[in-house]
C-alpha cells in the first residue's frame, strides 16, 4: 500500500541542478516562470493576483541569482522565494472591499427567497446532464476554495508536497519549517481538505 | 472503535501516504492498518485529498506575461534610485502600449483609464520602437546629469510659456489653480510621462520635481506645457505646442468634441469677424454672444416688422459663453470626460454644465439660437453650477421615470403570451449582454446583485469568484458590469442572467434560477454580464 503510494509522486519530484555556474536570465525565466505561475495560483487562487505574484518573486530570484550557491535544488531555492514573497504580501495586504452587492427581493417583487420554492419543481433543467469535462472543472474548483480556507502555511505545505512533489526535508526548507512540523501540518491540512470535500474524497460506500 | 494508537498514528496516516515515515513507524501503521478499518478508510480519504490536490490542472502563463515582467522589472530597478513613486504608471503605460493588452489600462485610477486609452495610441508607436534605445540612454544618465537636464527644460518651459500663452496664462487665476487644474495637470502629466518613457527620463524627473520647488502660478504653466517637452534626449521624437494641438484636435474630432475656435470672416456683418482662431476665454466669448444677441435682436425687429416669426432670445445667452478653461487646448480632454458623462445620463439639453467647463462650437451656438424652443429648457439667466445642473437633472429624470411608470398600460392576457409582445406592452428596450460569465460554484454563497461601473471593482469582483482566466478587458467608459448571485443551495441551482432592459425610467436585470438535473450540490452560483453603461437605477427580477 505504501508503494504504490510512493509511486505516485514520483513523477512530481524536482530533478537537482547542476551546480556548476549560474544560467543566464533567459535560461531562468524560461525554465521558472511557469512553474512559479503555477504556485501562485495554488497559494492566492485567482489569476490576478496569482500573476502579481509570481513576477514579484521571479524579479527577487533574478536579483539573487548571480549569488545562488547551490546549495538546494534551484527548484526549491525559487519556491522559497515564491512562497516568502506571498507571506510577506499576506501580511501586508489589508482586504479592500470596493462593491456591495443589494438584496435580490424587494424592489420589484421578485426574490429568491420568496420564488425559489414555488419555481422548483415546475422548472425543465436545460441540461441533462454535465459532462465529464465539466465535473473535472468543477472538482478542480471546490478543490481551490478548499484550498484557500486553509491557513497560509498549511497550504503552502500541502501546495509545494501535492501539488510540485517537493520532499518533507524540501518543504521544511523552502518554509524554514522542521520536518516534524512540516509532517504534522500537511497532515492537519489533509484532513481539514478531507472535511472540506467529503463528498469527492469519501468512498462511495463508505 | 478509536482506541489510543490511532490518535498517535494521525499524523503517521499522512506522512505514510508520502512515503516519509521511517522503517519502524511505517511497520507499525502498516500493522495497525491491517487491524482497523477506520484507519483504512481514513488513509483512503487522505490518498483521495491529496490525489485532488495533485489533479488540479496546470495552467499556461497568460499572454503578455513575461512583458508585463520585464517593464515591472524595469520600474523596480528605476524605483532604486528614483525618490519619485509614480514611475510605475508609466512602465504600466508602456506595458499596455508594448501588448497592447487592455488589461494594463484597468490599473489605472479612473481619470488615468479614461484618458490613456486615448492619448496613447500614436506615442505608442514610438514607444515600441525606441523602448531600448530610451532605456540606454535612461540608464546612461548620472543623477547629476539628469538634474542638469532637468534646469534647462524647466528654464525652457518658463520661456516658452510666457511666449506662448501670454495674454491667455494672465487671465488665469492662481488660487484655482490647483483645483481647476486638477484634470488638466493629470493629463499633462500622463502625456508627458507616456511620452517621457520613450526617451526622456530626464523630461519625466524635472517636472516631478518642479512641482516641489516652484510657486503655484510656475508650477501650472509647466503643467500645462509640459507635452511640448515630451521625449527630450537628443535623436528621439519630440511634440511640439502645435503638433500636440493638432493631435488632441484629431483626437477631440474623433471623440466628438469641438472646440470654440471661430473663423475669422471678412464680413464685418458677422459677430464672429476678428474673433481670433483660437479657443475663447470666457470674456472674449461673452463680447460675441453679446454681438449676436444684438445682431439677432436687430433681424427680430425687421421680422416683426415684416410679420415674420420671430427668435427669441431669452435666457440663453449665459450658456453660449465660453469657458474660463476654454483658452487650454488641454482642456478638450476635461471636456471630454464632462461631455461623456452628459451623454451618459441622457440629458445634453439639460442646463448645467460641469463646473461651466464646457466650451461650445459656433455651430452649437447658433443652432441653439435658431431651434427658439429648446429655449424654454433653459431655466433662469444664468449659468448653473454642476450642484444645480445635476439637481435639475435628478429631477427631471425622476420625473420621466414617474410619467414612463404611470404610463403602463395594463396587461392584457394576448400581451403576456408573447415575450415580444411583453416588451412591446411594457415598453421595453432590451440592452444586449456583451458579454458574459458564470459557474456553479465560485459565487458569494448569498443572493444578492450588483452594478459595477469602475475597474477596481471588478476586478475585486473578479478575483471573489475565483476565475482562472485573465481579467477580460471592460471599457468602463462605455460599458459596465452585472452580476447576481445565488444563495448557497445544497442541491444543484444554476443561475443566469436572463436579459438586461430599460424599462420605465429603470434598467432591469432578470435572473433565472433553475435546478440542474442530475447535477451535485452544494452550488454557489454567480452570473457576470457586460452591457452598455447607464446611470438609470436598476433592480433584479427573477423570472421563471
Redesign the interface.
Known amino acids: 500500500m505504501g508503494a504504490d503510494a510512493k509511486e505516485q509522486k514520483d513523477e512530481g519530484t524536482p530533478r537537482p541542478e547542476p551546480v556548476s555556474q549560474p544560467p543566464s536570465e533567459a535560461e531562468f525565466l524560461e525554465r521558472n516562470s511557469r512553474l512559479v505561475y503555477n504556485l501562485a495560483l495554488r497559494l492566492v487562487g485567482n489569476a490576478v493576483d496569482a500573476e502579481d505574484l509570481a513576477q514579484d518573486a521571479l524579479i527577487r530570484a533574478l536579483k539573487a541569482l548571480p549569488n545562488f550557491r547551490g546549495d538546494s535544488a534551484q527548484t526549491t531555492w525559487v519556491y522559497r522565494i515564491t512562497v516568502n514573497t506571498w507571506k510577506n504580501r499576506v501580511r501586508s495586504e489589508k482586504r479592500r472591499s470596493f462593491w456591495k452587492t443589494l438584496p435580490l427581493h424587494g424592489l420589484f417583487g421578485g426574490g429568491e427567497d420568496g420564488e425559489e420554492k414555488n419555481t422548483e419543481g415546475s422548472l425543465p433543467a436545460d441540461e441533462p446532464a454535465l459532462d465529464a469535462g465539466l465535473e473535472t472543472e468543477e472538482v478542480a474548483r471546490e478543490v481551490q476554495s478548499a484550498l484557500q480556507t486553509l491557513d497560509e502555511e498549511n497550504r503552502a505545505v500541502v501546495v509545494l508536497r501535492d501539488i510540485e512533489g517537493l520532499s518533507y526535508q524540501d518543504i521544511g526548507e523552502a518554509l524554514s519549517l522542521p520536518e516534524g512540523t512540516v509532517k504534522s501540518k500537511l497532515s492537519r491540512a489533509r484532513n481539514a481538505l478531507a472535511l472540506k470535500l467529503k463528498r469527492y474524497a469519501q468512498n462511495e460506500d463508505g | 472503535m478509536a482506541n489510543e494508537s490511532e490518535n498517535h498514528t494521525?499524523?503517521d496516516?499522512?506522512?505514510?501516504?508520502?512515503?516519509?515515515l521511517g522503517e519502524d513507524a511505517?511497520r507499525r501503521v502498516?500493522a495497525h492498518?491491517e487491524d482497523c478499518r477506520e484507519c483504512r478508510?481514513e488513509?483512503?480519504?487522505?490518498?483521495?485529498?491529496?490525489?485532488?490536490?495533485?489533479?488540479?490542472?496546470?495552467?499556461?502563463?497568460?499572454e503578455g506575461?513575461?512583458t508585463?515582467?520585464r517593464m515591472?522589472?524595469l520600474e523596480?530597478e528605476r524605483e532604486t534610485y528614483t525618490p519619485m513613486g509614480w514611475l510605475p504608471q508609466p512602465a504600466r503605460l508602456a506595458a499596455f502600449a508594448a501588448t497592447g493588452v487592455m488589461v494594463g489600462a484597468i490599473f489605472f485610477n479612473e481619470v488615468r483609464y479614461r484618458l490613456a486609452p486615448k492619448i496613447l495610441p500614436d506615442l505608442a508607436e514610438t514607444e515600441t520602437a525606441s523602448e531600448d534605445a530610451g532605456r540606454r540612454a535612461l540608464e546612461a544618465l548620472s543623477p547629476a546629469q539628469i538634474e542638469e537636464a532637468r534646469r534647462q527644460l524647466v528654464a525652457r518651459n518658463k520661456a516658452s510659456v510666457s511666449a506662448a500663452w501670454s495674454g491667455v496664462a494672465d487671465e488665469a487665476d492662481p488660487s484655482a489653480s490647483a483645483k481647476k487644474g486638477g484634470l488638466v495637470m493629470e493629463t499633462a502629466q500622463l502625456l508627458e510621462r507616456s511620452a517621457g518613457l520613450s526617451g526622456g527620463a530626464a523630461a519625466v524627473r524635472g517636472f516631478g520635481s518642479e512641482e516641489n520647488d516652484a510657486a503655484p502660478v510656475e508650477k501650472k504653466r509647466t503643467a500645462m506645457l509640459t507635452p511640448q517637452v515630451v521625449g527630450a534626449p537628443p535623436g528621439q521624437p519630440t511634440y511640439t505646442n502645435d503638433e500636440l494641438r493638432t493631435y488632441l484636435d484629431a483626437e477631440s474630432r474623433r471623440l466628438g468634441i469641438q472646440q470654440v475656435i471661430p473663423e475669422p470672416s471678412p464680413n464685418s456683418d458677422d459677430p464672429w469677424a476678428g474673433v481670433p482662431n483660437r479657443p475663447l476665454s470666457k470674456e472674449e466669448a461673452r463680447a460675441v454672444m453679446a454681438r449676436v444677441t444684438s445682431r439677432l435682436r436687430n433681424s427680430n425687429r425687421d421680422a416683426r416688422a415684416a410679420n415674420n416669426p420671430t427668435v427669441p432670445l431669452e435666457g440663453l445667452t449665459p450658456v453660449l459663453l465660453g469657458a474660463p478653461e476654454a483658452s487650454r487646448p488641454l482642456n478638450v480632454a476635461a471636456a471630454a470626460v464632462a461631455q461623456r458623462k452628459r451623454v451618459h445620463s441622457g440629458r445634453m439639453d439639460i442646463v448645467g454644465i460641469p463646473g461651466s467647463r464646457m466650451s461650445v462650437t459656433r455651430d452649437q451656438a447658433v443652432a441653439f439660437l435658431e431651434e427658439g424652443q429648446k429655449l424654454d429648457r433653459v431655466q433662469g439667466r444664468r449659468e448653473y453650477t454642476e450642484a444645480e445642473g445635476r439637481a435639475l437633472t435628478k429631477a427631471q429624470k425622476q420625473a420621466d421615470a414617474d410619467a414612463a411608470y404611470a404610463s403602463v398600460k395594463p396587461l392584457a392576457l394576448k400581451d403576456m403570451k408573447t415575450e415580444q409582445g411583453l416588451e412591446d406592452t411594457l415598453g421595453i428596450e432590451r440592452m444586449p449582454v456583451l458579454r458574459s460569465w458564470g459557474?456553479?460554484?465560485?459565487g458569494?454563497g448569498?443572493?444578492?446583485?450588483?452594478v459595477?461601473t469602475?475597474p477596481?471593482?471588478f476586478?475585486?469582483?473578479?478575483?471573489r469568484v475565483?476565475?482562472?482566466?485573465?481579467?477580460p478587458a471592460v471599457d468602463f467608459e462605455s460599458e459596465m458590469v452585472v452580476?447576481?448571485?445565488?444563495?448557497r443551495s445544497d442541491s444543484a441551482r444554476?443561475l443566469e442572467i436572463v436579459s438586461v432592459a430599460k424599462q420605465g425610467g429603470r434598467i432591469?436585470i432578470r435572473?433565472r434560477?433553475?435546478?440542474?438535473?442530475?447535477?451535485?450540490g452544494p452550488t454557489t452560483p454567480y452570473h457576470v454580464a457586460v452591457v452598455e453603461r447607464s446611470d438609470y437605477p436598476f433592480?433584479?427580477?427573477?423570472?421563471?
Open positions: 494521525l499524523d496516516l499522512s506522512a505514510y501516504i508520502d512515503d516519509a511505517k502498516a492498518l478508510a488513509l483512503d480519504t487522505l490518498k483521495r485529498v491529496s490525489k485532488m490536490v495533485a489533479d488540479l490542472p496546470r495552467h499556461p502563463l497568460p506575461f513575461q508585463r515582467l515591472k522589472r523596480a459557474a456553479d460554484s465560485g458569494l448569498t443572493a444578492g446583485g450588483a459595477l469602475s477596481n471593482d476586478i475585486d469582483l473578479w478575483k475565483g476565475r482562472s482566466e485573465t481579467l452580476a447576481v448571485f445565488g444563495a444554476r432591469l435572473y434560477i433553475a435546478p440542474v438535473e442530475n447535477g451535485k433592480g433584479f427580477v427573477q423570472v421563471p
